[in-house]
């Protein structure tokens, strides 16, 4: 049974910074491509970031640099590191993945596994 649980999220200033993390289970996951989403209410999911089983990175249009993807390939885990957070920011982020010889896709609709999200809130 693969199962994605994240954790990391919280309450953080304008500025601030936060790390997420995906555990994953249950499945290939070291071949995987392995992704985060972030949705907030009323809006579809909207993709953030994906990293490749070769270790290669992807990121969403708005990140500009803010955030960073990494996965740790023994302990079947992946992380973003998310700095200079602004108020926009805000929403559930959620770690998602499907078979590896799909790759990595920006459409949330392409993802198999989902966690349940983990709630990032940035004041201004």
């Known amino acids: 049974q693969v199962q994605l649980v994240e954790s990391g999220g919280g309450l953080v200033q304008a500025g601030g910074s936060l790390r997420l993390s995906c555990a994953a289970s249950?499945?290939?996951?070291?071949?995987?491509?392995m992704e985060w989403f972030r949705q907030t209410p009323g809006k579809e999911r909207e993709f953030v970031a994906a990293?490749?089983?070769?270790?290669?990175?992807y990121y969403g249009d708005f990140v500009k640099g803010r955030f960073t993807i990494s996965r740790d390939v023994a302990k079947n885990m992946v992380s973003l590191q998310m700095n200079t957070l602004k108020p926009e920011d805000t929403a559930i982020y959620y770690c998602?993945?499907?078979?590896?010889?799909?790759?990595?896709?920006?459409?949330?609709?392409?993802?198999?596994?989902w966690g349940k999200g983990t709630l990032v809130t940035v004041s201004s």
């Open positions: 990293i490749t089983w070769t270790g290669v990175p």
């Open positions: 998602a993945a499907r078979e590896s010889y799909f790759g990595w896709s920006r459409n949330s609709n392409d993802m198999v596994y």
């Open positions: 249950g499945g290939t996951f070291r071949t995987y491509p």
